[in-house]
Nanobody, 121 residues
Framework: QVQLVDAGGGLVQAGGSLRLSCAAS????????MGWFRQSPGKEREFVAA????????NDLESVRGRFTISRDNAKYTAYLQMNRLKPEDTAVYYC??????????????WGQGTQVTVSS
């Protein structure tokens, strides 16, 4: 397994942007698929996006399409979630996830500690 440290959350006004980062440690970090989930109070954790170790991406969350972009820099063992045109409903704790074999909403091997994103109206 890899260890993940996610960061980059904060308070932003609606319409603003944030970039989350997820730094992975471990010799095999580059062959892990990585992704992002989020969880708002009183709601279940939901899948936001994922990126394959080869760079292919998937995003099942229609509400963020066209606004959120996932990427990775294998040289830095880091994945990113660029979030633009943020809305109050994007407020949540965002969690990074890495998985050796699964690519998509059922990823679960390793989790970051979470980073809070708060969007004010």
């Amino acid at each position: 397994q890899v260890q993940l440290v996610d960061a980059g959350g904060g308070l932003v006004q609606a319409g603003g942007s944030l970039r989350l980062s997820c730094a992975a440690s471990g010799r095999t970090a580059n062959i892990y698929h990585m992704g992002w989930f989020r969880q708002s109070p009183g709601k279940e954790r939901e899948f936001v996006a994922a990126i394959h170790w080869n760079g292919r991406t998937t995003n099942d969350l229609e509400s963020v399409r066209g606004r959120f972009t996932i990427s990775r820099d294998n040289a830095k063992y880091t994945a990113y979630l660029q979030m633009n045109r943020l809305k109050p409903e994007d407020t949540a704790v965002y969690y990074c996830v890495a998985d050796r074999n699964v690519f998509g909403p059922t990823m679960r091997d390793s989790w970051g500690q979470g980073t809070q994103v708060t969007v004010s109206s």
